[in-house]
Structures are given as structure tokens and as C-alpha cells.
């Protein structure tokens, strides 16, 4: 079992979550505040730390970049536990260097899966580093993690509060973009059992939620289709060597990860219900992408940018097409193919799309590999 430091000034929270991982065999310390907590952990290198952000002394913020400078400490996966009230704490977290977050107030199972996803992953790197998995690779993945947390960091001081970004005047040709289209199967048969104000309250959360996701890792450009997303994943300026295509893929899985806490939602607030589940699909294109401005001055009707191209249609055709083969989330192999190794992935298939003459090379995303 591991060796888990705790950080929580709520002697109630602090006392839930050390019971709970002692009861799974876990040593546990804990500490009321960040600065005697970041002591425990330089004098006991523990296997994870688990920290609140609010704390007297010393925030879980600045303990957790106290932890990352240190190399003796800086690969242990951290966890933060912040209010729903604090949304904006999780983008930064995961710009300074969080591994996970989780969401007060939150259940046992909620805190038992958090913990074994961080304890597993430094299993898989263990073992990947034993094998001798070419050094040079396995760098390269390392520095661009690295590098993606700063700009995310820079990113997000300066476009918190702003409005997306609607580019240069006219169309804008993007090459080689990441087109994302994620989108609700079972929406329909939701409508049919909610009112509308119920239906309301749910299409608030979920484009909050997915605007906060493609938002933090750095989209062009996003777009509501109906009850769908479209968002445009290219090289910027500001994000120099980090793959627009790894941005995209850790987009997607935030917004499955973001639907199965809407799923928490319903059932929490709809109990006996009998809702239809709710869960997203996500595909992953890339190619050519032109953002034509669309202007109507005889109405007096504000511009918007569409995304138009082969690779926005192919995109959305292919999320439809996956639904087929039971995949959360399905990326083109030409998508795939400047993250290999960064990624893990699972099924792959020849997929029909309706008016191509040849079929999409797709497979299965499942996660990150580091």
C-alpha cells in the first residue's frame, strides 16, 4: 500500500479522507495546513499528496509549486480537492501542475478512484522505465507535458474573462488543424422526459462545462452545432512546439470525464426518473479548416466565424459512425499519428462515411499515457 500525505484545514474533511484511505490499507499523514503538510512530505517522500486549495499558512497552490521545484519531490502526483464554487481552481491547478482535482463535497467511491488512477499511473511508469522504453522518446513526451502546463498557465491569466478569439478580418485558412466534435446520443430521449426549465438547467451545465474544457487546452476556435460542440484545434504562436493534436486529445477525454458528472447530476436531482443515460461521443479529425466570416449588414447582425472543409463534415460524420463500434471517443489516424506514444489507445477499424470514396482508418482513445 502507499504512503499518502493529506493537507485540509476542515478537521471533518481531513478526518473522511484519512478514514477512508486507511480502511484501504493506505498509510496516511496528515497535516491542517500547507506549509506543515509540504514538511511531511520533504521529510517523508510519500507516494501522493492530497490537498485543499483554501489553507492558512500556505495555500495548496504555492505548496504544490514548492513540490514540483524540488527534484526529490517533483514527480509525485498531487491531487486537489476545491468547491464548486471555485471552477476556476481547477484550470489553475492543472496549469501549475496538478495531476487531479476533486470537487467538494464528494463521495468515498469519488476519492477511492481518484487515488487508484494516480497510484496505478506511477505503476505503468515504473514499469515502462524498467523496460527500457527508448529514453529519448519518453523525454520528448516529458518536455512537451512540461511545456503545455506553462503556456496553459499563460494562456489563462490572460483570456480568463476575455472573449474567444474571432481572428483577422475575411477568411482565415488554418492548415492541418484538429477539428473536435463531441455530441449527446441519448439528448433526444433526455428532452422527452425533462420540462423546460429541467432541460434548461442541463444544457447550462454542459456548455459550461465544455466551454470551460476546449477553453483550457487551448482551442482557435468553438462552435455549438444544435446540441453538438465543433472546436478547432491549430498551431499558434504562443503554443510553438506543443501538438495541437495532443491538446485536442486531452480536450476530448475532459469532456467524458465532464458527462459522467452530469450523469452524477441526474441521478442525484431526477432519482426514479427513469432518464435515458447521459453520456457524449467525441471524434477527432485532422486537415485543412477555413474560418469563413459571415456578416449580415443590411440586418445589422453581429459577425460570426464557420468553420467550413472536408475535415470539419469528415468529422462530425465520423462521431456519428462510431456510435456503431461503442467508443466514448474515436480519432482518424492522421490525428493520431503526432501523438503516438503519448497516448493510449484501444480498438481500430475501417470506418464508411456516407459520399467518401475510401473509408477512415479510426481508433479508439482511451487515455493519456503519461
Known amino acids: 500500500m502507499a504512503l499518502i500525505v493529506v493537507m485540509e484545514d476542515d478537521a471533518g474533511t481531513r478526518m473522511l479522507v484519512a478514514s477512508v484511505l486507511r480502511k484501504d490499507g493506505h498509510e496516511v499523514l496528515t497535516a491542517e495546513d500547507g506549509q506543515t503538510g509540504l514538511e511531511l512530505v520533504i521529510a517523508n517522500r510519500p507516494n501522493l499528496i492530497i490537498s485543499d486549495v483554501q489553507m492558512p499558512r500556505m495555500n495548496g497552490f504555492d505548496m504544490l509549486a514548492a513540490v514540483r521545484k524540488d527534484p526529490v519531490t517533483a514527480a509525485t502526483p498531487v491531487i486537489l480537492l476545491t468547491s464548486l464554487q471555485e471552477r476556476a481552481h481547477m484550470r489553475i491547478g492543472m496549469t501549475t501542475g496538478a495531476d487531479d482535482y476533486i470537487t467538494k463535497p464528494f463521495r468515498a467511491a469519488e476519492l477511492r478512484e481518484a487515488v487508484s488512477a494516480q497510484l496505478n499511473k506511477r505503476s505503468v511508469q515504473a514499469t515502462l ?3 527500457a522504453v527508448d529514453a529519448a522518446v519518453q523525454q520528448a513526451l516529458v518536455d512537451q507535458k512540461h511545456e503545455l502546463a506553462r503556456l496553459y498557465e499563460e ?3 490572460a483570456e480568463l474573462s476575455e472573449r474567444w478569439p474571432t481572428g483577422s478580418e475575411g477568411d482565415e485558412q488554418i492548415h492541418n ?3 473536435l466534435f463531441v455530441d449527446i446520443p441519448n439528448y433526444a430521449a433526455l428532452a422527452q422526459r425533462l420540462d423546460a426549465q429541467e432541460l434548461a438547467d442541463l444544457v447550462r451545465k454542459l456548455y459550461g462545462n465544455a466551454n470551460d474544457t476546449v477553453h483550457l487546452f487551448g482551442a482557435r476556435h468553438m462552435r455549438f452545432v444544435g446540441e453538438g460542440l465543433l472546436a478547432i484545434f491549430a498551431e499558434h504562436s504562443d503554443t510553438k512546439t506543443v501538438s495541437h493534436s495532443l491538446r485536442a486529445a486531452r ?3 475532459g469532456l467524458v470525464d465532464s458527462s459522467r458528472g452530469l450523469q452524477e447530476y441526474l441521478d442525484k436531482r431526477f432519482p426514479g426518473r427513469g432518464l435515458a443515460k447521459f453520456e457524449v ?4 479529425h485532422s486537415g485543412d479548416v ?3 466570416l459571415l456578416q449580415d ?3 445589422g447582425t453581429a459577425s460570426q466565424l464557420l468553420p467550413v472543409g472536408d475535415a470539419v463534415s469528415a468529422t462530425i460524420q465520423l462521431q456519428k459512425a462510431a456510435r456503431t463500434h461503442g467508443w466514448h471517443i474515436v480519432i482518424s489516424a492522421s490525428a493520431l499519428r503526432p501523438i503516438t506514444g503519448a497516448v493510449v489507445t484501444g480498438g481500430r477499424a475501417l470506418v464508411n462515411l456516407p459520399g467518401r470514396a ?3 482508418d479510426a481508433v479508439e482513445l482511451l487515455g493519456l499515457a503519461i
Do not use: F
Open 251 to 253: 480536450a476530448a477525454l
Open 177 to 179: 488543424a484538429t477539428v
Open 358 to 360: 475510401a473509408p477512415i
Open 129 to 131: 522505465q524498467a523496460m
Open 297 to 299: 449588414p443590411l440586418h
Open 155 to 157: 494562456r489563462l491569466a
Open 290 to 292: 477555413a474560418l469563413t
Open 281 to 284: 461521443n467525441v471524434a477527432l
